[in-house]
């Protein structure tokens, strides 16, 4: 009990580091934040005039999808943070602390999560100011939020995985890149994927993203009743899959990261 108290110490004590590094860094933070509040106004204004959905405002069937690209998006923080830190030889200098060797990945997701729940407030509030609202009770909004730091966080293993198997910042920033645009937008975040081509529409009812987001649409009240209903199981039970989908990205990513962080300060 002595050793696991020790190593959530550890970890707090990484995470606060890892906060005080974004406070002086506050690009890395404005970055992840500015850029979904350019999509929600292109979206509501631009855009989302010419998208035209049967019983519901576009925006607020758009900012769920804003929420999950925020996700997304701020789980680079965790990869970028990871290879400079290994670039440097930070991990080098942890390894002669009196430490948890875990306290590492703990604390940089723990601070990761802090960095979500910051991007969610901004989002939240935006989308109040472009029209969003919530239509359901107290406890189903608060839902909603949970299950999307949920996902957040159990998303941040994945890109510190990644990282940590890239090592290389500029490596990982590409590839992130790479990866980040089609898992958003090959999805039900600006459009309803029952709308896209057989084998896109295949990919977009079973991608992750969508599942989170028909789960945030559904607990916020973002949907409407002349909406087609999705034929997929993930989209039909989207809460349950949400779930789902965040413990499994825990389950296999969280000792696959703790694996690559050995091998990479043994080294």
Do not use: C
């Not at 406070?23 to 631009?46: E, M, N, Q, T």
């Not at 960095?115 to 989002?123: G, W």
């Not at 002349?226 to 349950?240: K, R």
């Amino acid at each position: 009990m002595s050793t696991l108290r020790f190593a959530l110490a550890d970890g707090m004590t990484i995470a606060k580091r890892n906060a005080i590094k974004i406070k002086r860094a506050p690009d890395l933070l404005g970055g992840v934040v500015i850029l979904p509040i350019v999509f929600v106004l292109l979206f509501a204004y631009v855009f989302g005039s010419m998208i035209d959905l049967p019983g519901l405002s576009y925006r607020e069937y758009m900012i769920p999808g804003i929420f999950v690209q925020t996700i997304v998006m701020s789980a680079q923080i965790t990869g970028y943070t990871l290879t400079l830190d290994l670039q440097k030889g930070i991990f080098d200098r942890f390894r002669t602390l009196p430490m948890a060797p875990s306290a590492v990945l703990t604390g940089q997701t723990l601070s990761d999560l802090i960095t979500n729940l910051t991007s969610i407030v901004v989002m939240a509030l935006v989308g109040l100011a472009v029209g969003w609202r919530i239509h359901t009770s107290p406890h189903e909004a608060v839902l909603g939020f949970v299950l999307l730091l949920l996902f957040a966080y159990a998303f941040s293993w994945v890109t510190a995985a990644v990282a940590l198997a890239l090592r290389k910042p500029e490596v990982f920033n590409n590839l992130a890149t790479i990866v980040s645009m089609p898992l958003v937008f090959l999805s039900n975040a600006f459009v309803d994927s029952a709308r896209l081509p057989g084998p896109l529409r295949a990919v977009a009812e079973w991608n992750p993203v969508s599942t989170i987001i028909q789960a945030a649409r559904e607990l916020f009240g973002n949907t409407g009743s002349a909406m087609p209903v999705p034929d997929a199981w993930p989209l039909q039970n989207a809460v349950t899959a949400s779930l789902l989908w965040s413990a499994l990205l825990l389950i296999v990513f969280v000792p696959l990261s703790t694996r690559l962080y050995k091998r990479a300060v043994s080294q």
